[in-house]
T-cell receptor
Framework: DVKVTQSSRYLVKRTGEKVFLECVQD?????MFWYRQDPGLGLRLIYF???????EKGDIPEGYSVSREKKERFSLILESASTNQTSMYLC????????????FGAGTRLSVL | SQQGEEDPQALSIQEGENATMNCSYK?????LQWYRQNSGRGLVHLIL?????REKHSGRLRVTLDTSKKSSSLLITASRAADTASYFC??????????FGEGTQLTVNP
């Protein structure tokens, strides 16, 4: 079974802190994704990566950056956390190509105080 | 927007009844996928239907796709309390990127 592991289930940070959310997948997938999920807004894509060191902006990249130094790991970075970044963050991975299924981690619920 | 729109937003039924959720969209798609999310957890893939397919089955799930009407439906037959979850449609329009709808919250009462 594909396993996508997010480093924390719950995280509480202060405004202005630098925050790292880590995601690791064990199926040698080319693609990795970071979403945030908010009530009434569904899942929104922040960034995705289709190869090591490659990244593309999603629909809401402002205030975030990402890093993919190894194929299995995709990090989401909040350079200076703000209260409006309080949300559920979901990581996913998939094979490349059309018709690929995305496999999700359990999510990280981030609260920025 | 390339986002799918699910209808209804919330659905409450009794165990044993069928549940139908709909997804409408506005763009051309390569395929459409349905995912399920239990409360506070990640999403789990349920079924994929390609743009040249009209219907697919998987266990108690039946998915239809009408590309002329740009709509899809997910039918869960003989629902169980364990089916209580949020259900999302996801559109693939290019490459591997998916655009998710806002979801339908299904509650199955025992």
């Amino acid at each position: 079974d594909v396993k996508v592991t997010q480093s924390s289930r719950y995280l509480v940070k202060r405004t202005g802190e630098k925050v790292f959310l880590e995601c690791v997948q064990d199926m040698d997938h080319e693609n990795m994704f970071w979403y945030r999920q908010d009530p009434g807004l569904g899942l929104r894509l922040i960034y995705f990566s289709y190869d090591v060191k490659m990244k593309e902006k999603g629909d809401i990249p402002e205030g975030y950056s990402v890093s993919r130094e190894k194929k299995e790991r995709f990090s989401l970075i909040l350079e200076s956390a703000s209260t409006n970044q309080t949300s559920m963050y979901l990581c996913a991975s998939s094979l490349s190509g059309t018709g690929s299924i995305q496999y999700f981690g359990a999510g990280t619920r981030l609260s920025v105080l | 927007s390339q986002q799918g729109e699910e209808d209804p937003q919330a659905l409450s039924i009794q165990e044993g009844e069928n549940a139908t959720m709909n997804c409408s969209y506005k763009t051309s798609i390569n395929n459409l996928q349905w995912y399920r999310q239990n409360s506070g957890r990640g999403l789990v893939h349920l079924i994929l239907i390609r743009s040249n397919e009209r219907e697919k089955h998987s266990g108690r799930l039946r998915v239809t796709l009408d590309t002329s009407k740009k709509s899809s439906s997910l039918l869960i037959t003989a629902s169980r309390a364990a089916d209580t979850a949020s259900y999302f449609c996801a559109l693939e329009t290019s490459g591997s990127r998916l655009t998710f709808g806002e979801g339908t919250q299904l509650t199955v009462n025992p």
